[in-house]
């Protein structure tokens, strides 16, 4: 579990806002790694021990482990436990369903006498209301990030269809934000919409904002931090494959670190700019 006071700690701490993508796809990883019996866990473990000191949280994505079945739920479990817990810890699962069926999404999540699991975050989409998220908030002190506007050229199609509210996505942050605090709510914005953050400040003027998008989808991280940055940071900015898979050799892991150092690098002169540390 971590708080808000603990996470804009830990970013000011770490001199970061990084979230490590765990979207390991076991034909991607280095093929040394197939010896071990879970390649898909020794990955991961690596790449955490690699990346630790230089990002405030990680995000499995829940497609990568759901399609090895039996196997990709223990690597899923396995990789849990081994997650620093001094970081916010989402699984990116974007789940929506109506209230009994996200109890049990919530329960696979979020309980770990349950299922083995208890990330402190979980990715939701908006899309079936209000009565499908309040299963995740009423587990005390967990987070919801919701989507609001993706990083996906389809954003287009829905998104920004005009409501009496403005855009669609622009409706779902005002009317969540009554559904909860921005210490517990968070919104999913692409970094490839970077000079929308000014507008969604005016809505989300307090919430964390889950950012992915920047390397493989090539979003840039110094617009996303002039639009979108707070005076407590705001931001937790996501990359997957860049990082993960900086090298397919016997160094990826020394490969990951490396790019993750490249980004925590510029997180530290976006931070000190905006007089954060
Ligand atoms: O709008 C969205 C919402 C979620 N994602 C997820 O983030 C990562 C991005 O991975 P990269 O390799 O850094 O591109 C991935 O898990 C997506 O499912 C997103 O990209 N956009």
Redesign the pocket.
């Known amino acids: 579990m971590i708080s808000r006071k603990q996470l804009i700690e830990q970013i000011k701490q770490k001199k970061s806002f990084l979230c490590v993508?765990l979207?390991t796809d076991i034909e991607k990883i280095p093929a040394f790694l197939k010896e071990y019996p879970d390649p898909v866990f020794e990955f991961n473990k690596r790449i955490i021990d690699a990346t630790q000191d230089l990002c405030i949280s990680y995000?499995p994505?829940a497609a990568f482990y759901e399609a090895r079945g039996i196997k990709g739920l223990q690597s899923l479990i396995d990789t849990w436990k081994y997650l620093p817990q001094d970081c916010l810890n989402i699984i990116?699962a974007k789940r929506g369903d109506i209230g009994n069926t996200s109890d049990m999404y919530a329960k696979a999540f979020f309980n770990e006498d349950a299922s083995g699991m208890s990330f402190d975050a979980i990715?939701v989409s908006p899309y079936m209301g209000q009565d499908t998220v309040n299963s995740y908030l009423s587990y005390p002190g967990k987070w919801v990030i919701l989507?609001a506007l993706?990083?996906?050229a389809g954003s287009k199609d829905f998104q920004y269809l005009e409501t009496n509210q403005g855009f669609l996505y622009e409706t779902v942050i005002q009317k969540a934000n009554t559904w909860a605090g921005a210490d517990r709510m968070m919104f999913?914005v692409?970094a490839t919409k970077s000079t929308e953050f000014t507008n969604i400040r005016k809505f989300a003027p307090d919430n964390f904002l889950l950012v992915?998008?920047?390397?493989?989808?090539g979003g840039n991280l110094e617009e996303v931090c002039r639009y979108g940055m707070t005076k407590d940071c705001g931001l937790i900015v996501?990359?997957?494959?860049?990082i993960i898979y900086a090298s397919n050799g016997k160094d990826f892991a020394e490969a990951a670190g490396a790019e993750a150092l490249k980004i925590q690098l510029q997180m530290e002169n976006e931070l000190e700019k905006a007089g954060i540390i």
């Not at 992915?212 to 989808?217: L, N």
């Not at 996501?238 to 860049?242: E, G, I, L, M, W």
């Open positions: 993508g979207d995000k994505n990116d990715t989507l993706t990083s996906s999913v692409g992915p998008g920047v390397g493989a989808q996501n990359a997957s494959r860049s």
